[in-house]
């Protein structure tokens, strides 16, 4: 059986949709470093003022589900107010992540 001879299974919309949950999947496997040299704390909300709820090692990388902004924090990659929710109950200062952008790199929480 050659591949034109292969019958269509529905109306096409799935096909349409994939290059948008491909996209959205690579999205959600990319991973960014944590500033070299530094052990980051992990907070169980978008702010220092919220509890520590673990420390990323020295060379550690994370993968941001969502970015909501909080307390303003300055670390070695500049002063911003943006921070990055990398599981549930858990954010990491955006200051401390090499995103390569100074705004917003994945979808607002």
Do not use: H
Not at 1 to 25: F, N
Not at 93 to 98: I, N, Q
């Amino acid at each position: 059986m050659s591949v034109d001879q292969i019958p269509a299974v529905g109306d096409g919309e799935d096909a349409k949709a994939a290059p948008v949950a491909v996209a959205t999947a690579a999205a959600a496997l990319r991973t960014y470093p944590v500033a070299p040299g530094y052990r980051v704390n992990v907070r169980s909300g978008p702010g220092t003022g919220y509890a520590v709820v673990r420390v990323l090692s020295e060379g550690a990388s994370v993968s941001i589900g969502c970015q909501t902004p909080g307390t303003r924090v300055s670390g070695p990659y500049g002063t911003t107010n943006i921070w990055d929710a990398i599981g549930a109950g858990q954010y990491v200062s955006d200051a401390y992540v090499r995103t390569g952008s100074d705004g917003y790199v994945a979808p607002r929480c």
